[in-house]
């Protein structure tokens, strides 16, 4: 079962959840996608807001807009979800799994994506999980949050930082992105610190 991440991916973009409030900005930055402004090389299709049947229009929509000019994963947190969406799956770039579902795949569960060489991967927080998505031979791992997030000046969620990631990811053959607070700014230092690139909403959201 050979990985079918086939180079580098620098960036990866990861879709904000959709709501009335930002779904202007929310197309907009689609169509920057679309053109490829932001050098975007990957897109995760992330709405964990939504139901089955939402999320699946709202996947199909997005698709349909790319129109194959960007590979798109689909974003799972929930086993009864990706196993019922085989058609979608079929139809997109591959899956990305949230580490809570990580926990519950195993290999039979994904031989027929590796079979049509789906691109695999997950999120991941600690040593335990990235060891895990290599077992069942995914093709990437995103790994954080690096940076401490803060709302009104307080740290909500802390941060492993850069030291910590570079530890965690210096003996991994998995390829393993840097996410939380990041942005284009800080490739230089996610590259000197053994990941693969940077990945999150930011991505998805930033100007070129």
């Known amino acids: 079962m050979e990985n079918s991440l ?36 990957f897109l995760i299709i992330r709405n964990k807001s939504l139901g089955k049947d939402e999320y699946k229009k709202l996947a199909e929509r997005i698709m349909q807009s790319l129109m194959g000019k960007l590979p798109c994963l689909l974003h799972f947190n929930s086993l009864d979800y990706f196993l019922e969406m085989d058609d979608l ?6 899956a990305h799994f949230t580490s809570s579902l990580l926990k519950k795949l195993n ?18 927080h600690n040593s335990d999980e990235i060891n895990l998505s290599s077992d069942l031979n995914l093709d990437y791992c995103i790994l954080g949050p690096v940076e401490d997030k803060r709302i009104n ?18 003996n991994q053959l998995i390829k393993t992105y840097a996410v939380g607070g990041l942005s284009h700014e ?23």
């Open 6 to 41: 086939k180079k580098d991916f620098g960036t990866i973009a990861i879709t904000p959840d959709l709501s009335i409030n930002n779904i202007s900005s929310y197309i907009e930055n689609l169509e920057l996608i679309h053109n490829n402004h932001h050098k975007i090389e």
């Open 89 to 94: 799956i079929s139809h997109g770039h591959g």
């Open 107 to 124: 290999k039979t569960d994904l031989i027929r994506y590796f079979e049509n060489e789906k691109t695999l991967g997950s999120s991941c």
């Open 153 to 170: 000046g307080k740290v909500v969620t802390k941060g492993i930082g850069w030291e910590r990631f570079s530890n965690l990811t210096q």
């Open 186 to 208: 800080n490739f230089e230092i996610a590259s000197k610190n053994n990941a693969h690139g940077i990945a999150g909403i930011s991505m998805f959201s930033q100007s070129s």
